[in-house]
Structure formats: structure tokens, C-alpha cells
């Protein structure tokens, strides 16, 4: 049986849906379901949720409730948590496309689009925050005697609070675990309302259904069932695939978060900063241009210059989305 079956296995549910076998995966329904049928149904005991998690480990001091949860999944991976081992194997085993695991060469594509630009919250933005939720987390850890034992030649300094290794190998091994489930985490987290709070939780099999700008599910918590509830909003054929909206997201941001894009999003946008004026555009931007034209005349003439070499589709996509919007707004 695989991993798939054994998670549905686990969560007691017998449905019509399988999942596809590909790289991007994502789910399809084996028979039609009709608008307002409840598809999925989750009990709250298979939910991993940020309220329970920091109220075991109260870490305040990071920078993303992503975090926390990335370090409760390390947790449970590697103490091999058996209620929780079949949602873990779950997850992908290879997230190398993922722009934290770009080499120099990717990443210095990205030096003069949106996902670099000064003045947003960028790439190197996004890294620095991870890498400090991390080490913050790895403290903490190390200072309650959390996992010290799957970490050798590990010690604590209780003057400056700070971890003191003998080998930095120690906290490269934290670090490179710590990157993968926080890319997990990132991509797959849902926030919803639960008991008038704002929470924020991973929710098995759910987490599975891809992206479409043209959803075919909403989703929500329901207090009366206890239940994390994902219902058709319109009639889903047989044999279609199960879509679910993250919202309306630029292909930067949707790269940056999730680590896809999308051809033709509606939603693009061109992130520009010159001598600190800072401006987010559209390909309707109808305000004054005058102070960044030499700016996007660059960038496009570099963006056209690159894009016939470029092979990551991901990367593509953003230098088409960005020429396109130049295009719109000065090469009328």
C-alpha cells in the first residue's frame, strides 16, 4: 500500500478520490461530485495547529508561526512519532526546486525581478527570516534539552544564551532538517477561523489538492462536527481534478511561498525601487512612470536579453510576466 492509501487509511476515510501520479501530483474525484457536497471531511485530532503546538513549546521570539510548527514536525519525525508517521511520509522526499535550494547561477537570475527588489519583502528577506527562526528555535531546543540526543558535542551557555557546538555539523544537520519541513510548512499551511481565534494548521490529505485560479472547493472549520470541512462550490466531473484557491498572489510571491507559477496570472505584478521610491505595478498602472522608466527599460532590456537561455520554467514564467507588464505600461 502506498504512502497515499496509508494516509487515508489512517484517517479512516473511504472516498472516490485518488491522487495523480506526477510530479506536481494533486487530487481527482473517480466519480462527479455535485455543488455544496462536503468532499473532504478532517477530525480535529489529525490537525496539527499552532495554538496546541506553542502552547507545549512557547517560542515567541520568531518571525513566522510557520516556524514553530516546522520544529513540532522535526519533533515528530525524529522521535519517529507513530500517530503522526503516515502524515509525515506523506510529504514529498525531494523539495530541490524550491528556491531556498537555488545554486548561484539560479539565484542571480532573480537579481533584477520582483523577487529580489529592495524595499519588499523579497528572497533574501524571506532566507534571513528562516535562517533566524532556526537558530532561534535551535536554542530553545538545546536549552530545555529537546532532541540534544539526536545531536552530539552539543552544549549551552546560559550567559549569553546562545548554542555552542563543537562541530558546526551539528547545527547543519538541525539547519538543512529545519529547511525542509519549514518549506512544508509553507506551502501547505491553512489559516481559518476556530473558536473566534485566527488559527493556523496543517491538515492531512487536504494539504494534497493543487492550486487553479478557477477553484472548484472553498474550505473552513466547522464547530459543530469539530471537523476541517473542504466542499464543492460548483459540479466537479468525473475523472476532474479536486483545485483549491490561495489566493490572489502574484507568480513572484506564489514562488517565493509555494514554489510554482502559474502561466498567464491575472495577478502579476512588477516590484520596482529607485533611489527608494518604491512601487508595486500592474499592467493597468494608470500613475506616473517618469521617475522609474530608465529602471524598466532595463529590465526588460535584460529580461529579453536572458530569457531565450533560461530553463527553469518557474524563472520563465516571472521574466515573461514582468516583460509583459513593461510591455503594457512603456512599449505601447
Not at 530608465?294 to 521574466?319: A, F
Request: aromatic share 16%.
Amino acid at each position: 500500500m502506498d504512502s497515499f492509501e496509508k494516509l487515508k487509511e489512517w484517517l479512516n476515510i473511504k472516498d472516490n478520490i485518488k491522487m495523480y501520479n506526477r510530479p506536481q501530483r494533486g487530487l481527482y474525484t473517480t466519480k462527479e461530485i455535485k455543488k455544496g457536497e462536503i468532499i473532504i471531511k478532517i477530525k480535529s485530532k489529525y490537525l496539527l495547529e499552532y495554538s496546541s503546538i506553542y502552547a507545549l513549546y512557547p517560542i515567541s521570539n520568531i518571525n513566522e508561526r510557520n516556524s514553530l510548527i516546522a520544529f513540532y514536525l522535526i519533533k515528530l519525525h525524529l522521535e519517529e512519532d507513530e500517530f503522526w508517521y503516515n502524515y509525515i511520509n506523506s510529504f514529498p522526499k525531494n523539495l530541490d526546486e524550491n528556491i531556498i535550494y537555488f545554486n548561484k547561477k539560479n539565484l542571480g537570475l532573480l537579481n533584477n525581478t520582483s523577487l529580489t527588489c529592495k524595499g519588499f519583502y523579497n528572497y533574501y528577506e524571506h532566507h534571513k527570516s528562516i535562517n533566524q527562526d532556526c537558530l532561534t528555535i535551535f536554542n530553545y531546543m538545546v536549552k530545555y534539552g529537546i532532541l540534544v540526543e539526536h545531536f552530539n558535542n552539543i552544549t549551552y551557555n546560559n550567559e549569553d544564551l546562545e548554542y555552542n557546538v563543537i562541530d558546526n555539523w551539528e547545527y547543519d544537520k538541525f539547519y538543512n532538517l529545519f529547511t525542509f519541513f519549514r518549506i512544508i510548512v509553507g506551502s501547505r499551511i491553512f489559516g481559518y477561523d476556530k473558536n473566534n481565534f485566527e488559527e493556523s494548521g496543517m491538515i492531512p490529505y487536504v494539504d494534497m489538492i493543487n492550486y487553479s485560479i478557477e477553484p472548484n472547493t472553498t474550505w473552513y472549520f466547522d464547530e459543530s462536527v469539530d471537523s476541517f470541512i473542504l466542499e464543492s462550490i460548483k459540479s466537479i466531473p468525473k475523472n476532474s481534478e479536486i483545485y483549491d484557491d490561495y489566493g490572489n498572489k502574484s507568480n513572484s510571491d506564489f514562488f517565493l511561498y509555494y514554489g510554482f507559477t502559474i502561466p498567464n496570472n491575472p495577478y502579476n505584478t512588477l516590484k520596482i525601487n529607485v533611489n527608494d521610491n518604491i512601487i508595486e505595478l500592474t499592467k493597468y498602472y494608470n500613475g506616473d512612470l517618469s521617475i522609474f522608466r530608465d529602471k524598466l527599460k532595463n529590465i526588460y532590456e535584460q529580461h529579453i536579453h536572458l530569457l531565450p537561455i533560461i530553463k527553469d520554467i518557474n524563472i520563465k514564467n516571472i521574466y515573461k510576466d514582468e516583460i509583459n507588464i513593461i510591455q503594457n505600461l512603456i512599449m505601447k
